[in-house]
Nanobody
Framework: QVQLVESGGGSVQAGGSLRLSCVAS????????IAWFRQAPEKQREWVAA???????IYADSVKGRFTISKDNAKNTLYLQMNSLKPEDTAMYYC?????????????????????WGQGTQVTVSS
């Protein structure tokens, strides 16, 4: 089984930036979709961004233009660069990986599609 470990969370003022990292214990092959989710207290877990099994980055409307998802295969690491942070971005952030078919774009935000999850890293944005 694959283990995912997030890091890089912290506290930042609105308008600031953070970069989250997610390191896998082993390589995830190109058939996997890898993604970031977040969950605030008393709210449902929501999808943030993903790199599809076809290698295409996609984003939730709430973060589009502010966040960038990327990966470094040599380092076995997934990243989330977060700029222009807002208080509503405050949440526990999780990385996840899964594979399924057919791999339509509309299925990517569904957390039930992901088999592997990290333990999360906290992001707090103050006004």
């Amino acid at each position: 089984q694959v283990q995912l470990v997030e890091s890089g969370g912290g506290s930042v003022q609105a308008g600031g930036s953070l970069r989250l990292s997610c390191v896998a214990s082993g390589y995830i092959d190109s058939t996997y979709c890898i993604a970031w989710f977040r969950q605030a207290p008393e709210k449902q877990r929501e999808w943030v961004a993903a790199i599809t099994s076809g290698g295409i980055p996609i984003y939730a409307d709430s973060v589009k233009g502010r966040f960038t998802i990327s990966k470094d295969n040599a380092k076995n690491t997934l990243y989330l660069q977060m700029n222009s942070l807002k208080p509503e971005d405050t949440a526990m952030y999780y990385c996840a990986a899964g594979r399924w078919s057919p791999h339509y774009y509309y299925t990517v935000p569904d957390p039930m599609k992901y088999n592997y999850w990290g333990q999360g890293t906290q992001v707090t944005v103050s006004s």
